[in-house]
C-alpha cells in the first residue's frame, strides 16, 4: 500500500540549533513530494516541492532549505533556528484520485523553537 | 503566489443540519480543486476533488459546487455529525503546486 511517514512527531529546539525533518514515502514511485508549514491558527504555506531525486523548488526565501537524496525520501533542514520557524511542518505527495492529482499529508511534525 | 480565501473563519452548525462551506479563489487558470479536513493536531485528510470542467461533484454526504464565474468553490455536508467538526481547506492546484485557503474551523452542537 501507499503510505506517508515523516517524523519526529514533535520537537522543542533552542535558538540557534540546527532542525532536520525526514519524511519517507511508500508503495510508489518517483513521487512528487511537498513541504508545508502551518503556524498557529493559520493556512498551510508551500515551503519547498520536488519532482525528483536532486530536484527541489523553493517558494519563499527563509531559514529552510531542503534535499531529497533519495526516490522516497525529502528532508527539511536549517542550520539555525529561529523563533519564527516554530510550527507545524506537514510533508505531502502526489497522488491520483480518480479525478486528479491531488496531495496528500503525513501526520505532522511539531516544531517548538524556544 | 495564489489567493485562496475563505468567506466565514468559523461555522457553527446544530447536528443533524447540513453545513456548508464557501470559498473564493482568483487564478482563473487553476483547472482541480480540493477540500481537505483537518482535525485538532492531525494532518489535513483529503475529502473531495473537482476539476475545472465540472459544476458538482458528491462523495459521500459531501457534495463539492464549483462556480467558475465567479470563481467560487463551496463543500456541502449533509446531516452533520460531531465528528465532523474540525477545520476545512479548499486548495486550488496550477501545475505541480497547490495552494490553501486559511480555513474554516465549523463546530457541531450536539
Given at each position: 500500500s501507499q503510505t506517508i511517514h515523516q517524523w519526529p512527531a514533535t520537537l522543542v529546539q533552542p535558538v540557534g540549533s540546527p532542525l532536520s525533518l525526514e519524511c519517507t514515502v511508500e508503495g510508489t514511485s518517483n513521487p512528487n513530494l511537498y513541504w508545508y508549514r502551518q503556524a498557529a491558527g493559520r493556512g498551510l504555506q508551500l515551503l519547498f516541492y520536488s519532482v525528483g531525486i536532486g530536484q527541489i523548488s523553493s517558494e519563499v526565501p527563509q531559514n529552510l532549505s531542503a534535499s531529497r537524496?533519495?526516490?522516497?525520501q525529502f528532508i527539511l533542514s536549517s542550520k539555525k533556528l529561529l523563533l519564527s520557524d516554530s510550527g507545524f511542518y506537514l510533508c505531502a505527495w502526489r497522488r491520483w484520485t480518480g479525478t486528479g492529482n491531488t496531495i496528500y499529508f503525513g501526520e505532522g511534525s511539531w516544531l517548538t523553537v524556544v | 503566489g495564489e489567493s485562496v480565501g475563505l468567506h466565514l473563519p468559523t461555522l457553527s452548525v446544530q447536528e443533524g443540519d447540513n453545513s456548508i462551506i464557501n470559498c473564493a479563489y482568483s487564478?482563473?487558470?487553476?483547472d482541480y480543486f480540493i477540500w481537505y479536513k483537518q482535525e485538532s493536531g492531525k494532518g489535513p485528510q483529503f475529502i473531495i476533488d473537482i476539476r475545472s470542467n465540472m459544476d458538482k461533484r458528491q462523495g459521500q454526504r459531501v457534495t463539492v459546487l464549483l462556480n467558475k464565474t465567479v470563481k467560487h468553490l463551496s463543500l456541502q455536508i449533509a446531516?452533520?455529525?460531531?465528528?465532523?467538526s474540525a477545520v476545512y481547506f479548499c486548495a486550488e492546484n496550477t501545475g505541480n503546486q497547490f495552494y490553501f485557503g486559511t480555513g474554516t474551523s465549523l463546530t457541531v452542537i450536539p
Open positions: 537524496p533519495q526516490d522516497r | 487564478n482563473s487558470a487553476s446531516a452533520t455529525q460531531p465528528g465532523d
